[in-house]
């Protein structure tokens, strides 16, 4: 998550050093903003149901917290391995469902469908938000469009008033909302979404290997076996 933020910090000051000595008279147009900024998160509220807005902010928390390492999960799995019950819930969805099922005494053959299940209900979640944020990021660009659209149409309607005197001004400050809208599609939106996509594609790997490693337990293999399997997959 830190390289998301440097990332994104070096980039505004790459952008702030190009920038001219007026910058901050042109580019802080408040009109801009609200119809870029403001009509996106309008358009998430409308156009995303409330339960993936919430996974949005549940997977920005994630990916600030998590702190799942293979030695962590390497532990765990093998604390199964030995009596199917752990100590202390894991930071693995998958792990804790098959621990709970296991407690409750589940028919073993129904485990092996049902925490395939929620792997795949895992992963979708993931890969629902990354389309949710792709989806989003092309609307910030005709939201800009729009907005220098309605300052073109104010600018030339007050030409008969005021002629051409501050028409390079009036445009750049209509042309802002293009700029907020680029930034902030392909600034943000864009880059997050790839860093989602990213981590999904890890904490995939990562779920593939427990699933496995859970199914070889629920089926009582040889816990030296079981126990070689993870520490190779660790490695």
Not at 71 to 77: D, P
Request: aromatic share 8%.
């Amino acid at each position: 998550m830190y390289k998301l933020i440097l990332g994104t910090v070096l980039m505004m000051v790459c952008i702030a050093f190009t920038a001219q000595e007026d910058f901050l008279r042109l580019f802080l147009n408040t009109h801009a903003i609200a119809i870029v900024f403001g009509g996106t998160i309008a358009i998430l509220i409308a156009s995303t149901p409330k339960k993936s807005i919430r996974k949005i902010f549940k997977l920005l928390k994630e990916l600030a917290t998590d702190k799942t390492t293979n030695a962590s999960l390497q532990s765990e799995l093998s604390e199964l391995t030995k009596r199917k019950k752990l100590s202390s819930p894991s930071s693995n969805i998958l792990i804790n469902y098959a621990a709970s099922l296991w407690d409750d005494g589940v028919e073993p053959n129904l485990i092996n469908i049902l925490i395939d299940q929620k792997r795949v209900e895992i992963l979708d979640e993931y890969h629902n938000i990354v389309a949710v944020l792709k989806n989003l990021a092309k609307y910030p660009p005709a939201l800009g469009m729009t907005g220098t659209v309605v300052g073109l149409v104010s600018m030339f309607s007050k030409l008969n008033e005021s002629g051409t005197e501050n028409i390079g001004f009036s445009l750049a400050l209509a042309l802002t909302a293009t700029f907020y809208g680029l930034l902030l599609s392909n600034g943000f939106i864009l880059p997050f979404a790839d860093h989602c996509q990213i981590y999904t594609r890890q904490r995939e790997q990562q779920l593939d290997q427990v699933y496995q490693t859970l199914i070889m337990i629920n089926a009582e293999i040889a816990e030296s076996i079981i126990e070689k399997e993870v520490s190779s997959r660790a490695a």
